[in-house]
């Protein structure tokens, strides 16, 4: 059996907090996509940790962990977030499995992710520049290495032919940067993944399916940043929603049980792309400011603005989702006012539905407007303590979804979730 927690909206949405919150429940956290351009934050020890690649699980010593099929890994920041979570006391090479056939990200790639961008000028994506589009390129393009490889005794005449090749696209671009130091630390990285248990992903999930151990996928990124159902162009190179589990780690869809969405109780956006309910004013500052809305990976501001219920409802359509975690619900604590997107109006035409080519089009968001609760809600523990006004809120947003918001995070701490089941 398996259970999915992925992000509903743009990406940050407390994924990594979640995923560490219901880790003691299951037997395997597995990642199925994405790469080092995700940043999950969870505080252990009351100390913050970001987490890239390894998935959520790692602080429980009960839980293995798997890189599945689906991930691109650069070994690099692999070996670089080892380091950082053993200085927690993990002994990550007992708990931690990597899939043979999840692909390298290599040096080169980044180079390409940085041309490309450039190239893009002021149509850029706003990539994390960690090398996911070139190296999902390389991927589908069938050139790519793969972790089982680091096994092969031709490796680096592989890599040497691939590098060829990135250096050949990188002078197309008129691109140069010497990479010398990113492959010697790159060569470096790859020995100490060598001494990892590196299985074949597919069996060993289904195997432990079989005797009746649970899983648990954890998504990186969001749905709208999906290639396929996201706001393309300005979206990830994988696909973020549950379909992406079953080619992510090789589990058949029978076997998946519960999709939780995660969606912050407001809405926030990192890089370039449409945004229909961004703010630009002092209300986005406050946001940003009392969320701490600033990217896990790069540092940078994230776009705020109002939760958008159209976005929402597509996002738990493409996915299934069963249930919702609510997450920064107290970021919203002091505000007199809240609003909430219900609809689009598209050149004078009003609509529910998310548009094909969202970056073309001038969406303006049709918002209803609440009043806030004005109360702290960090410590309540129980569904029933909540203000009423924030209750109000939570049932509108439920109504309109479909699905029930079964757990509101009122912190990032480990303990605050509260349940509503
Ligand atoms: P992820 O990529 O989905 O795992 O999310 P990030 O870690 O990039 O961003 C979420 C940020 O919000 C992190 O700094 C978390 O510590 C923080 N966070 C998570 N849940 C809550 C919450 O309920 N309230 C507050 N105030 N912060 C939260
Ligand atoms: P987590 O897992 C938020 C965004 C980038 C950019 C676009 C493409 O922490 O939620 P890429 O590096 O994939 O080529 O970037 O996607 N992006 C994210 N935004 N959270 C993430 O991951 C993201 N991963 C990529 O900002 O707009
Ligand atoms: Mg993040």
């Known amino acids: 059996m398996v259970d999915v927690i992925l992000g509903l909206q743009w990406g940050d949405e407390g994924k990594g907090k979640i995923v560490d919150y219901f880790a003691p429940r299951y037997d395997i956290i597995a990642r199925f996509q994405g790469g080092p351009n995700a940043g999950h934050t969870l505080y252990v020890q009351d100390k913050k940790i970001v987490l890239h690649q390894i998935p959520s699980g790692i602080f429980h010593q009960k839980t293995t962990n798997l890189i599945g099929n689906g991930v691109v890994l650069d070994p690099v920041t692999f070996k670089r977030e080892c380091e950082s979570v053993a200085a927690f006391g993990v002994d990550y090479r007992k708990n931690l499995l990597i899939s043979q056939r999840a692909h390298l990200i290599v040096p080169t790639h980044r180079a390409l992710d940085k041309a490309s961008e450039v190239s893009k000028g002021n149509d850029k994506i706003g990539s994390t520049l960690k090398g996911i589009g070139p190296a999902y390129m390389d991927k589908t393009g069938r050139n790519g290495l793969r972790v089982g490889d680091l096994l092969d005794k031709n490796f680096t005449t592989q890599y040497i032919r691939l590098r060829l090749k990135h250096q050949r696209l990188l002078d197309g671009l008129n691109f140069h940067e010497d990479i010398s130091e990113w492959e010697e630390e790159f060569f470096e990285a790859l020995e100490f993944m060598r001494g990892f248990k590196i299985v074949n992903g597919e069996y060993f999930i289904n195997e432990q399916i079989r005797q009746g151990k649970t899983v648990l996928a954890e998504g990186a990124q969001g749905s709208m940043l999906d290639v396929d159902f996201g706001t393309f162009p300005f979206v990830t190179s994988s696909n973020t929603i549950s379909a992406g589990v079953c080619t992510g780690l ?172």
């Open 250 to 421: 090789g589990v058949p869809p029978q076997q998946i049980r519960d999709v939780i969405g995660v969606s912050k109780a407001y809405c926030t956006r990192v890089g370039s792309g449409p945004f229909p309910t961004e703010l630009f004013d002092a209300t986005g500052e406050d946001l940003r400011k009392t969320g701490s809305e600033f990217g896990a990976t790069t540092g940078r501001p994230r776009r705020c603005g109002w939760i958008d219920l159209v976005a929402l409802k597509f996002a738990c359509m493409v996915n299934g989702v069963t249930k919702i975690v609510m997450t920064k619900a107290d970021v919203l604590d002091a505000f007199e006012e809240l609003k909430v997107c219900t609809a689009y109006k598209i050149n004078g035409e009003q609509t529910s539905e998310v548009p094909f080519q969202m970056s073309k089009v001038p969406i303006e968001p049709l918002l209803e407007s609440f009043q806030g609760w004005k109360s702290d809600i960090t410590s309540l523990k129980n569904y029933d303590t909540l203000p009423v006004r924030m209750k109000e809120y939570v049932g509108f947003i439920n109504n309109y979804l479909h699905v029930p918001i079964s757990y509101i995070s009122n912190g990032p701490g480990r303990d605050q979730l509260i349940e509503n089941l």
